[in-house]
């Protein structure tokens, strides 16, 4: 089965984007030259460690994913630590940071899975030796709270990470999931395997044609915007940006976007994509008035690059793998969206 007409049928129920047409009068943006290092793939017989570095997650709760990884092939080691609960917490700072710091110095963990997100991370980044790690890079998988890891890792290493659902994502039954869970939970498989990524999601009336070719960067927003004037901050120039967030009210989006405008992460991009924006609704008699894509289009209106709505990737059962900090084209047209690892 074609891969890519296989997503695009769960995603966008329409039809495979053409390489002409669409295409054909979008302006190019020149793109960096940059390269990050790949952490090597997995292949049969490998061990992903699991550890719970933000928010808690119970043993119990970890099987499902335990059990998948497993049927693909892969060993999973369970990180000490994990189960353990303080308040919201996958037990305290210093555990959790034992816990990843093991993880990242095993030389046979090949990837490490987050368990879940939540909040936590932010807390103890600064306090993880990323020295072996940098020796033997080794795949980082998770989203949401994870995004500091993506971002501290990007930034400070250069070393790409799989932003992906994580094991509280995982369905209790395979057997009854449904076609768009097993496609985004099968996405990690194939990202770790080395398999090349490609997406598609439908056409947008905000959305701005054109194409780009950069390293793709990114994840929560949120988080993107905390970590600035940090030294995890995300080095946005020249790349391709995508955010996704969840549980704001369109005010404290609009906020965020205006400090990735202030901070010139939005003044370079050579693309940019627009996930899912999981929304509070307003608070009644207090309407902020504008939607998700007025408050982005108002942003970047000063700037000539592609932009994409509506991204497959987010909070959100559509929530596919992409490789942060690998090399993508990013392909906007009238018949849609295109993005797809190189």
Known sequence: MNRKRFISSLVT?????????????????????????????????????????????????????????????????????????????????????????????????????????GYGLVRIIDRLNFKQFKKNPKWIIGFSDITALHCHINRNFGIVTLHSKMCNSFPDDWAKADAVQIATIQSIRQALMGENMDYSSPAVAQNRPGTAEAILVGGNLSLVTTLSGTPSDLDTDGKILFVEDTHEYLYNIDRMFWNL??????????????????????????????????????????????????????????????KCGARHILKVGTDGCMLKSL
Not at 24 to 49: C, F, M, R, S, W
Not at 72 to 83: A, E, L, M, R, S
Not at 88 to 107: C, F, H, K, S, W
């Open 13 to 117: 129920a329409g039809a495979a984007l053409s390489t002409t047409g669409a295409w054909a009068n979008t302006p190019e943006v020149p793109h960096t030259n940059t390269h990050h290092k790949i952490p090597p793939y997995l292949q049969a017989g490998d061990t992903i460690g699991i550890v719970s570095p933000s928010g808690y997650m119970s043993l119990a709760d970890l099987m499902p994913a335990v059990q998948l990884i497993q049927n693909w092939g892969f060993k999973v080691q369970i990180g000490d630590n994990t189960g353990k609960k303080d308040f919201i917490y996958g037990g305290t700072d210093e555990e959790r940071v034992a816990d990843l710091q093991q993880m990242l110095d095993n030389p046979e963990i090949k990837a490490i899975m987050c368990a879940r997100g």
């Open 261 to 322: 405008k202030q901070t010139g992460k939005l003044s370079q991009l050579a693309g940019l994509v627009i996930g899912g924006f999981q929304l509070k609704p307003d608070i009644e008699s207090e309407e902020f008035g504008r939607t998700i894509y007025e408050i982005v289009t108002e942003k970047v209106k000063d700037y000539n690059y592609p932009v994409c709505f509506d991204f497959p990737v987010g909070h959100q059962k559509n929530n596919f793998a992409l």
